[in-house]
């Protein structure tokens, strides 16, 4: 830096007064280096923090170039009801999980591609305040802010994060997502046979249309790409359809036995397709117990300076620009 100081002075001619501008420039510079190295340190901090509170069983996070946009506790709606789970916003991925221990620790962690994600915003519903939908291509679901302003903030963020990384990658957007499931309380009776669900029989989930379904409407098996590597269970309706359209396509008819249709736990549809293709998680039920027992607070990270609920700080984007603050708002 000083070297090239010197180098253009040298070929300016310039004394006295060449030399105090240097100077100048040298003194203004110095602190915005010294400032980028903070940042990407505390930045660096930030995301160790988040990879180690998912434990052993959690990806790993740190990757050169990610920043740590914000953090925050949302409301995702699940099959039974909305339950609140930790998002955290990266510049290019979004990463989401159960909250268990009060919030210092968590589990079930989810990691989507933002090039993959597609957002649409929704009017208030009657169970939700301020939700919009995020679509995937293995899964979509409904999402919930605590405000208006935080939901817009969440919102404009992702899909500024979005652009810029398709920009960047030179993309173009995804157009097959994965269809939303209908909640399981919106329909007492299978909504292609009209059954009435019992305890005995059990609800589940079209993987192709997200109708709620009985056991035996869901015999079916197909194999949905952008949803899962094994066929996943598809009502008689979009299996007949599939077949139509792709006589080829790998699809399975038979008597296979749903889990979920005795008595005994089981786990739920949800964590069947949110399971890995190779290894099995933990009881449905278990996590929502787990999940009841978190107080309604923000979730808050050990060091006492970080922001106890969700942040977006343009420092994170842009730290040339502005200081980063010694306590984020």
Same mark, same amino acid.
């Given at each position: 830096?000083?070297?090239?100081?010197?180098?253009?002075?040298?070929?300016?001619?310039?004394?006295?007064?060449?030399?105090?501008?240097?100077?100048? @420039? /040298? +003194?203004?510079?110095?602190?915005?280096?010294? !400032?980028?190295?903070?940042?990407?340190? &505390?930045?660096? *901090?930030?995301?160790?923090?988040?990879?180690?509170?998912?434990?052993?069983?959690?990806?790993?996070?740190?990757?050169?170039?990610?920043?740590?946009?914000?953090?925050?506790?949302?409301?995702?709606?699940?099959?039974?009801?909305?339950?609140?789970?930790?998002?955290?916003?990266?510049?290019?991925?979004?990463?989401?999980?159960?909250?268990?221990?009060?919030?210092?620790?968590?589990?079930?962690?989810?990691?989507?591609?933002?090039?993959?994600?597609?957002?649409?915003?929704?009017?208030?519903?009657?169970?939700?305040?301020?939700?919009?939908?995020?679509?995937?291509?293995? @899964? /979509? +679901?409904?999402?919930?802010?605590?405000?208006? !302003?935080?939901?817009?903030?969440?919102? &404009?963020?992702? *899909?500024?994060?979005?652009?810029?990384?398709?920009?960047?990658?030179?993309?173009?957007?995804?157009?097959?997502?994965?269809?939303?499931?209908?909640?399981?309380?919106?329909?007492?009776?299978?909504?292609?046979?009209?059954?009435?669900?019992?305890?005995?029989?059990?609800?589940?989930?079209?993987?192709?249309?997200?109708?709620?379904?009985?056991?035996?409407?869901?015999?079916?098996?197909?194999?949905?790409?952008?949803?899962?590597?094994?066929?996943?269970?598809?009502?008689?309706?979009?299996?007949?359809?599939?077949?139509?359209?792709?006589?080829?396509?790998?699809?399975?008819?038979?008597?296979?036995?749903?889990?979920?249709?005795? !008595?005994?736990?089981?786990?739920?549809? &949800?964590?069947?397709?949110?399971?890995?293709?190779?290894?099995?998680?933990?009881?449905?039920?278990?996590?929502?117990?787990?999940?009841?027992?978190?107080?309604?607070?923000?979730?808050?990270?050990?060091?006492?300076?970080?922001?106890?609920?969700?942040?977006?700080?343009?420092?994170?984007?842009?730290?040339?620009?502005?200081?980063?603050?010694?306590?984020?708002?």
């Amino acid at each position: 830096m000083v070297k090239g100081n010197r180098c253009e002075d040298g070929g300016s001619g310039k004394t006295g007064e060449g030399n105090s501008n240097s100077a100048a @420039k /040298s +003194f203004v510079f110095q602190p915005i280096m010294v !400032e980028q190295l903070a940042f990407t340190q &505390e930045n660096k *901090e930030r995301i160790q923090v988040v990879e180690n509170s998912f434990g052993p069983a959690g990806k790993p996070l740190s990757s050169p170039g990610r920043l740590l946009i914000g953090e925050g506790r949302l409301m995702k709606l699940c099959r039974r009801r909305p339950q609140p789970k930790v998002f955290y916003l990266f510049n290019d991925i979004l990463v989401y999980g159960s909250i268990v221990l009060h919030g210092h620790w968590h589990k079930n962690q989810k990691v989507i591609s933002l090039e993959d994600i597609q957002l649409e915003d929704l009017e208030d519903g009657i169970n939700m305040k301020n939700q919009w939908l995020i679509r995937t291509p293995r @899964k /979509s +679901f409904y999402v919930a802010a605590a405000s208006a !302003e935080e939901k817009h903030a969440w919102m &404009e963020h992702i *899909e500024d994060c979005r652009s810029k990384r398709l920009q960047h990658a030179g993309h173009q957007p995804r157009d097959t997502f994965a269809t939303t499931w209908i909640p399981d309380q919106a329909s007492a009776i299978c909504m292609r046979c009209t059954v009435t669900f019992t305890v005995k029989r059990r609800r589940h989930h079209c993987r192709r249309c997200g109708f709620v379904i009985c056991s035996t409407c869901s015999k079916y098996r197909a194999l949905i790409k952008h949803i899962s590597l094994k066929p996943v269970r598809v009502c008689k309706l979009c299996h007949l359809s599939l077949q139509n359209q792709e006589p080829t396509h790998n699809l399975v008819q038979g008597e296979v036995r749903s889990r979920g249709d005795c !008595e005994e736990t089981h786990y739920s549809d &949800e964590d069947i397709l949110d399971m890995p293709v190779d290894k099995e998680s933990s009881n449905h039920d278990t996590v929502e117990w787990m999940e009841d027992q978190t107080p309604n607070k923000w979730v808050s990270h050990p060091k006492s300076t970080w922001s106890p609920y969700v942040y977006f700080n343009p420092a994170h984007q842009s730290p040339n620009l502005s200081r980063l603050p010694s306590k984020f708002p």
